[in-house]
């Protein structure tokens, strides 16, 4: 059974930085692509940024490239994403998923046992 945990989440000012962790067990590891989603509040749940299991396609929403990063230790089993330079719109419940789509415009969606909880990120202006 599939066990997916994110932490890391927390209250932030704008221009300030947090890193979000994910890991997994139940799979192997090192062999799952792996990426991040966020849902605002009244919004839909969009990508955010993804990275094939061999770290060679990594792939960012528009409107966090050059702020976030997704890096992975597969050693750990754990998938980070390092975000940098918040800002209130990013506001969200940030999710880690198991085999997501490696491109933003996927309507591939993973099922519902390879999804973590989320965890709230709250960018104060």
């Known amino acids: 059974q599939v066990q997916v945990a994110e932490s890391g989440g927390g209250l932030v000012q704008a221009g300030g930085s947090l890193r979000l962790s994910c890991e997994v067990s139940?799979?192997?590891?090192?062999?799952?692509?792996m990426g991040w989603y966020r849902q605002a509040p009244g919004k839909k749940r969009e990508f955010v940024a993804a990275?094939?299991?061999?770290?060679?396609?990594?792939n960012y929403h528009g409107n966090v490239k050059g702020r976030f990063t997704i890096s992975r230790d597969n050693a750990k089993n754990t998938v980070y994403l390092q975000m940098n330079n918040l800002k209130p719109e990013d506001t969200a419940i940030y999710f880690c998923?198991?085999?997501?789509?490696?491109?933003?415009?996927?309507?591939?969606?993973?099922?519902?046992?390879?999804w973590g909880k989320g965890a709230l990120v709250n960018v104060s202006s």
């Open positions: 139940g799979r192997t590891f090192n062999r799952d692509d």
């Open positions: 990275m094939s299991w061999s770290g060679s396609i990594i």
């Open positions: 998923v198991v085999d997501p789509p490696l491109t933003p415009d996927s309507t591939y969606i993973p099922s519902d046992e390879l």
